[in-house]
């Protein structure tokens, strides 16, 4: 998150207003199988938590990064 880099490609624009862009490489996982988190921001930190969403949902991670 932080250093995010600043490159914007032919078809895309940078917004100027704060913002978080991000998304997970896979959409489900099982009980201690990793998922990798790709983020874009241009904010000094974001607070990533994780909810793992079923009959109970309930968070499963949360840490300022």
């Not at 914007?8 to 991000?22: E, F, I, M, R, S």
């Amino acid at each position: 998150a932080n250093g995010a880099s600043r490159t914007a490609y032919a078809d895309q624009t940078l917004p100027t207003a704060p913002y978080v862009a991000g998304y997970a490489d896979q959409l489900s996982v099982a009980p201690n199988e990793t998922v990798h988190f790709h983020l874009a921001t241009n904010v000094e930190s974001v607070r990533l938590v994780v909810e793992r969403i079923g009959l109970v949902n309930r968070t499963v991670f949360e840490q300022d990064l």
